[in-house]
């Protein structure tokens, strides 16, 4: 009975707000496709600068403002893996083993060809006796690297961890 | 007959050579041990490793010496052997070069290779980075590893004969790591020289079964 009751023209009410919302929400989402790829763009200098000004700390040897950089720069473009692999380098530095082992395995996540991460962390594994990690790691080291004298050190890692397994 | 015996009048070189030559390949063919029964050495005296990281080393040997059941004092006099060396590489500070991207690397013979990320010993193959990576010529940082190389040897306390000796070096992330894991090896090799002790008989406590 309500219903026969109802305006007639409370259908056409409902379908002006439906239609205004629905307008007002295509503005909002293009405004925000419209700005977030200058944003992306944005984010990218950012973290190269970030990046740049990390490895000329790392130069000159002011490991704390560099790693500072560097994570800025790669929290910026998580896609890099030189990022990653730079912040995992600093903090393998400074001590940071934590931080160095998620910097190096994230860098190895993004390009599975990165020659130093595997170096980096099959030693990070070693020092926290992660003796099957490590062993997995000199063995893709030995498959990409170029240096002579660093297959000779991974060939003599995996014949001593073989030891232990 | 002149009254001489020609027989031992002759000196017999051939049989004193042959028999002098077996004596010196008998003598070259004995183990430097044979006299010394390596099974009873149970003592060893641990005595400080000559060389920069040697109190840290001749710990480390000492934890491993005291782990596999041997007795172990740090005084030679009442030892059944002396382990001493030398720590030759004590370095915490090996620079290896970081190439950072893609990286174009030439060889001595003039090869172009190219990979990611490379890394590089710095006394290595001659190996240069072309190209750049965000307008940065050669984006590099460089990894810092250690090393340690020991040599030691065990030698018989009364006799002095050296009865094993060995050397070993490692890289690791941190000087620790990197002289536990050489130590380690040199006491896997110096167990195949000397036998390990056995363990202590079990003793099973409680009723005897019928």
Not at chain 1, 84 to 105: F, I, M, P, Y
Not at chain 1, 127 to 146: G, V
Not at chain 2, 43 to 65: K, S, T, W
Not at chain 2, 171 to 181: F, V, W
Request: aromatic share 6%; charged share 15%.
């Amino acid at each position: 009975m309500r219903r026969l009751n109802a305006s007639p023209h409370r259908h056409d009410r409902f379908s002006t707000r439906r239609l205004a919302f629905l307008t007002l929400t295509l503005v909002s989402l293009g405004a925000i496709f419209a700005g977030g790829v200058p944003a992306r763009a944005d984010a990218l200098t950012e973290a190269n600068r970030h990046y740049r000004t990390g490895l000329a700390y790392e130069r000159l040897g002011r490991l704390d403002q560099a790693y500072t950089e560097l994570q800025l720069a790669a929290n910026l473009n998580p896609s890099n893996a030189a990022m990653a692999l730079a912040v995992g380098t600093v903090a393998s530095h400074l001590g940071r083993w934590d931080e160095a082992q998620r910097a190096l395995e994230h860098s190895i996540a993004l390009d599975a060809a990165s020659c130093a991460s595997y170096y980096e962390l099959a030693l990070v594994y070693e020092s926290k006796n992660m003796d099957d990690r490590s062993l997995e790691n000199w063995h893709r080291f030995t498959l990409l690297a170029l240096d002579d004298t660093l297959k000779a050190v991974a060939r003599k890692h995996i014949a001593h961890l073989e030891t232990h397994l | 007959m002149n009254g001489r015996c020609p027989v031992a009048l002759a000196p017999p070189w051939p049989v004193a050579l042959s028999a002098l030559l077996a004596c010196a390949a008998c003598a070259t063919k004995k183990p430097a041990t044979a006299s010394i029964d390596v099974s009873r050495i149970r003592h060893i005296a641990v005595l400080p490793f000559a060389g920069p990281g040697g109190p840290a080393v001749a710990n480390e040997f000492i934890r491993e010496l005291l782990a596999a059941g041997l007795s172990v004092s740090q005084s030679a006099d009442e030892a059944d052997a002396v382990l001493s060396g030398n720590v030759t590489d004590y370095r915490s500070n090996n620079k290896l070069m970081v190439y950072l991207g893609q990286s174009t690397l030439v060889n001595g013979a003039g090869q172009t290779l190219t990979a990611s990320n490379p890394v590089v010993s710095t006394s290595g193959a001659p190996l240069n980075a072309k190209g750049s990576l965000f307008g940065l010529p050669n984006a590099q940082v460089v990894f810092i590893q250690s090393s340690v190389n020991v040599v030691a040897h065990l030698s018989h306390r009364s006799s002095g004969r050296v009865l094993w000796s060995d050397e070993f070096g490692y890289e690791g992330i941190d000087l620790a790591t990197a002289s536990q894991a050489a130590v380690d090896q040199l006491m896997q090799s110096f167990f195949r020289a000397i036998p390990r002790p056995a363990p202590p008989a079990t003793v099973i406590r409680g009723r005897p079964p019928r």
